[in-house]
Nanobody
């Protein structure tokens, strides 16, 4: 069974950067689309970006467009989320999730499109 573990979160000043990692184990991530999600206190979990098995990227949230970039390194079985120009409203618990490619891409920005989830990593943007 596929397991996902996020890392790289922490406390950062506004305008700073973080790179989150999503490490897969048990199965290769090569056969899954991978999405990054985030959830702030009192808000619903929202899709951020996802990446297809072929490396194609799709942004799910206009608020992060141009600031966040998803990528994957198949040799390391890891997916990354590079976050730049961070704002306090970016704070929250960040999750990665995996979906088999048989799931239509229309679902990849939605929580319901994914079968496997990591435990989350906390990102706090504060001065």
């Amino acid at each position: 069974q596929l397991q996902l573990v996020e890392s790289g979160g922490g406390l950062v000043q506004p305008g700073g950067s973080l790179r989150l990692s999503c490490a897969g184990s048990g199965l290769s991530l090569n056969y899954y689309a991978i999405g990054w999600f985030r959830q702030a206190p009192g808000k619903e979990r929202e899709g951020v970006e996802f990446i297809n098995t072929d490396g194609g990227r799709t942004n799910c949230a206009d608020s992060v467009k141009g600031r966040f970039t998803i990528s994957r390194d198949n040799a390391k079985n890891t997916v990354y989320l590079q976050m730049n120009s961070l704002k306090p409203e970016d704070s929250g618990l960040y999750y990665c999730a995996a979906a088999p490619p048989i799931v239509p891409q229309a679902y990849y920005c939605s929580v319901g499109g994914y079968d496997y989830w990591g435990q989350g990593t906390q990102v706090t943007v504060s001065s």
